[in-house]
């Protein structure tokens, strides 16, 4: 089993920077894919960014690539979102999730997938 507990989000003036960190408990996360998700008024959950245990590798869903990067902090179980040239549009309450089958699973949304609480973005513009 595994918690995860968000924190950073805020209100932020578009243009801006916030971090997102998730701090899991339970189980290391070094061997699982970790990801972020938001989800807006409204509006279905969606997918923002993955980080692949192993490789390292990333991806960004393509309305946030190239102003977000999710990184992780595998000796404080710490997974980050750096949110920079923060629009309107990325107002959402963001969610971290953990999978350990795979990348795609977790993309997914699978039922197997860990979640946390979610915070809260809001930026104004």
């Known amino acids: 089993q595994v918690q995860l507990v968000e924190s950073g989000g805020g209100l932020v003036q578009a243009g801006g920077s916030l971090r997102l960190s998730c701090a899991a408990s339970?189980?290391?996360?070094?061997?699982?894919?970790m990801g972020w998700f938001r989800q807006a008024p409204g509006k279905e959950r969606e997918f923002v960014a993955v980080h692949s245990w192993g490789t390292g590798t990333t991806y960004y869903a393509d309305s946030v690539k190239g102003r977000f990067t999710i990184s992780r902090d595998n000796a404080k179980n710490t997974v980050y979102l750096q949110m920079n040239s923060l629009k309107p549009e990325d107002t959402a309450v963001y969610y971290c999730?953990?999978?350990?089958?795979?990348?795609?699973?977790?993309?997914?949304?699978?039922?197997?997938?860990?979640w946390g609480q979610g915070t809260q973005v809001t930026v104004s513009s």
């Open positions: 999730a953990a999978n350990r089958l795979g990348r795609d699973y977790l993309i997914g949304q699978h039922e197997t997938n860990y």
């Open positions: 339970g189980r290391t996360l070094s061997i699982y894919f």
